[in-house]
């Protein structure tokens, strides 16, 4: 008569060593998922943060421009003036873009080419202020903010009437390139 293995315990009492290895696996993959969608969810709220500061900053060079424009409008009128008077640093000239520093609520136009356009957030301030290594008050991503105007010849006068104004941001999110632009259109509605 031909006998099969048969178990000697009848009743056992513990896991296998196959058992326990695939309640393991189990466990880490139940584990491992949550993780990932948290890890995830964090870099894409910088992310976000980062491209939400982009385009305040990008606002913000467009609406520097457009009051910079506005006051030369009131001062075109008594004819003392142009309407583009004090851009000639950001207009496309062969200078490049250039950059916008607010300083004591004051904006200071200069050429890219000549000043680093890089900007920090400053705790001491309360604002992003004009890039500085030495500055230990200045916290997280460094952006670079380029405004770039150009003349548009629309009328039949020849005059410059239209202002193009293009803003690029550019930022690193850990070690990716991301930029954003934004543009608007100044007319001059002054006669």
């Given at each position: 008569m031909?006998?099969?293995?048969k178990?000697?315990?009848s009743?056992?009492k513990g896991?296998?060593?196959?058992e326990?290895?695939v309640?393991i696996?189990?466990?880490?993959?139940?584990?491992?998922?949550?993780?990932?969608?948290a890890?995830?969810?964090?870099a894409?709220?910088?992310?976000?943060k980062?491209q939400?500061?982009?385009?305040?900053?990008?606002?913000?060079g467009?609406?520097?421009?457009?009051?910079?424009?506005?006051?030369?409008?009131?001062?075109?009128?008594?004819?003392t003036?142009?309407?583009?008077?004090?851009?000639?640093?950001c207009?496309?000239?062969?200078?490049?873009?250039?950059?916008?520093?607010v300083?004591?609520?004051?904006?200071?136009?200069n050429?890219c080419?000549?000043?680093?356009?890089?900007?920090?957030f400053d705790?001491?301030?309360?604002?992003?202020d004009?890039?500085?290594?030495?500055?230990?008050?200045q916290?997280?991503?460094?952006?670079?903010r380029?405004?770039?105007?150009?003349?548009q010849?629309?009328?039949s006068?020849?005059?410059?009437?239209?202002?193009?104004?293009?803003?690029?941001?550019?930022?690193?999110d850990?070690?990716?390139?991301?930029?954003?632009?934004?543009t608007?259109?100044?007319?001059?509605?002054?006669?």
């Amino acid at each position: 008569m031909l006998t099969l293995y048969k178990n000697k315990r009848s009743n056992p009492k513990g896991f296998t060593l196959i058992e326990t290895l695939v309640a393991i696996t189990i466990l880490i993959i139940g584990v491992l998922g949550p993780l990932n969608i948290a890890t995830r969810g964090i870099a894409d709220g910088y992310y976000a943060k980062n491209q939400i500061t982009a385009t305040y900053l990008a606002q913000e060079g467009i609406e520097i421009i457009n009051n910079r424009v506005f006051n030369n409008a009131g001062v075109v009128g008594a004819g003392t003036s142009e309407w583009l008077d004090g851009l000639d640093n950001c207009l496309l000239l062969g200078s490049g873009p250039c950059g916008v520093v607010v300083d004591q609520f004051t904006p200071i136009f200069n050429s890219c080419a000549s000043v680093d356009c890089r900007l920090r957030f400053d705790t001491s301030i309360n604002r992003y202020d004009q890039y500085d290594s030495n500055n230990e008050f200045q916290t997280g991503p460094i952006l670079k903010r380029e405004i770039t105007l150009t003349k548009q010849n629309n009328g039949s006068s020849g005059a410059d009437e239209e202002l193009k104004i293009s803003v690029r941001i550019d930022w690193f999110d850990k070690e990716t390139p991301r930029n954003l632009v934004l543009t608007n259109y100044l007319y001059n509605e002054i006669p």
